[in-house]
């Protein structure tokens, strides 16, 4: 079984300032982890993804998320949030077995205030 | 490259109705999965496909809810009987293989709204 859990169903920062989301997740197996976006009447794109590789994983728009099996965790970054940024964000874990089928946590809300 | 398409974006149909919903992927990807999303929910898994089976059903809520893919490319959401708790965002997603480490590419969705 599988799980993943968004800390936060909203985050609210300065334009300029950093970004934290958090995510948790339970996996009986190597985990692959994702990060999506979805602004406002667009579709869902994907941010980066952790497929056991490096743990540090880099995606577009200066968004990075760091793989820590020890807290089972995969938290997304960015150093300074940017007006654009302001979106829904979705944690996904999906495991090798089965029919990998893909987990959603139920999101956080970014805010960036001017 | 073409992406993911649905159609139609939006459908209003009356309770007791039967709707369909179209999905158009990328082509050559294997990997077909439909979703539902409520407003202020993450996307809940419905069906999987890969190719033209259906390699899991699990998440389809009863049997109103039918999807098919007869020829391994656009797929097709089946409801009948539509309800009120019907109404939410469907989005489909393929991917190339569907392995566990896979990019899912989505459309945009069609938001079904029953009154």
């Known amino acids: 079984a599988q799980s993943v859990t968004q800390l936060d169903s909203h985050v609210s920062v300065s334009e300029g300032t950093p970004v934290l989301l958090r995510c948790n997740y339970s996996?009986?197996?190597?985990?692959?982890l994702f990060w999506y976006v979805q602004h406002p009447n667009k579709g869902l794109q994907l941010l980066l993804k952790?497929?056991?590789?490096?743990?540090l994983v880099k995606g577009i728009n200066g968004f990075e998320a760091e793989f820590k099996k020890s807290e089972t965790s995969f938290h997304l970054t960015k150093p300074s949030a940017h007006m654009s940024d302001a979106a829904e964000y979705f944690c996904v874990v999906s495991v090798p077995g089965g029919s990998y089928i893909p987990t959603f946590g139920r999101g956080t809300s970014l805010i960036v205030h001017p | 490259g073409a992406g993911v398409s649905q159609t139609p974006s939006n459908k209003v149909t009356e309770k007791g109705k039967y709707v369909e919903l179209r999905c158009d992927p990328i082509s050559g990807h294997t990997a077909l999965y439909w979703y539902r999303q409520s407003l202020g929910q993450g996307p809940e898994f419905l069906i999987y496909?890969?190719?033209?089976?259906?390699?899991?059903d699990s998440g389809l809520p009863n049997d109103r809810f039918f999807a098919v893919r007869p020829e391994g490319s656009v797929s097709t959401l089946k409801i009948q009987r539509t309800e009120r708790g019907d109404s939410a965002v469907y989005l489909c997603?393929?991917?190339?293989?569907?392995?566990?480490?896979?990019?899912?590419?989505f459309g945009p969705g069609t938001r079904l709204t029953v009154l």
């Open positions: 496909f890969q190719g033209t089976g259906a390699a899991d």
């Open positions: 997603a393929s991917s190339p293989t569907g392995i566990n480490t896979d990019t899912q590419y």
């Open positions: 952790y497929t056991s590789a490096a743990t």
């Open positions: 996996s009986s197996y190597s985990p692959s």
